[in-house]
């Protein structure tokens, strides 16, 4: 089946800092959505990027679709930033999604 | 307009007890996936209902079955319940499927402990 790989797994930054993180897949999509997962569990939509750039605010994301990969920009970050970043992927054509291990972000006041 | 609901919210059973989870849709939609997140790691796929058949499943065993109501709700049984089933189980819901192209919509979860 598709792999989803996600980098880093671990990033700790100070307040006010920019951050990059990446997601590269194994195949062609046709969708990608990326989420944030609070400390209670929730998992809160932040976008659905099949290909191209979209912003949200100090978020921002990118997917080049025929590289197979997408990244996910956070700038000035606040300590509400904190939590798990999770990028997923239809598996095998279907709505059953895909995700990767996710990356742990942690901002420092 | 409510989100997607699932109940309880905690749960704790016995190794060989079975469980039953429920999950509401947000409004409008008719599509609901099942997943299980084991501590540290991503969600993981247990299967899709719409229109009251099991529509996908992922790489889980039989002791994990679903059914869908008419009114697009789900449940989420496990039967024979194993210490590894210990997990956040999370339920989204999307629009009429659209292999691939719909977001999903992740409800609050179940916290699982077997013990």
């Known amino acids: 089946g598709i792999q989803v790989e996600q980098s880093p797994p671990d990033l700790i930054l100070q307040e006010g800092a920019n951050s990059t993180l990446r997601c590269n897949f194994s195949d062609s999509v046709n969708n990608l959505q990326w989420f944030h997962q609070n400390p209670w569990g929730q998992l809160i939509n932040l976008f659905y990027i099949p290909s191209g750039t979209k912003q949200n605010g100090r978020l921002s994301a990118t997917t080049v679709a025929t590289e197979r990969y997408s990244l996910l920009y956070i700038s000035s970050s606040q300590t509400t930033d904190s939590g798990v970043y999770f990028c997923a992927v239809p598996t095998g054509g279907a709505d059953g999604l895909t995700f990767g291990k996710g990356t742990h972000l942690i901002i420092q006041p | 307009d409510a989100g997607v609901t699932q109940s309880p919210t905690h749960l704790i059973k016995t190794r060989g007890q079975q469980v039953t989870l429920r999950c509401s849709p947000k409004s409008g939609h008719d599509t609901v996936s099942w997943y299980q997140q084991a501590l540290g790691q991503g969600p993981q796929f247990i299967f899709q209902y719409y229109e009251e058949e099991e529509r996908q499943r992922g790489n889980f065993p039989d002791r994990f079955s679903g059914h869908q109501f008419p009114n697009y709700s789900s449940e989420l049984n496990v039967n024979a319940l194993l210490l590894g089933d210990s997990a956040l189980y999370l339920c989204?819901?999307?629009?009429?499927?659209?292999?691939?192209?719909?977001?999903?919509?992740f409800g609050p979860g179940t916290r699982l402990t077997v013990l």
């Open positions: 989204a819901s999307s629009p009429i499927p659209g292999w691939g192209t719909d977001t999903q919509y």
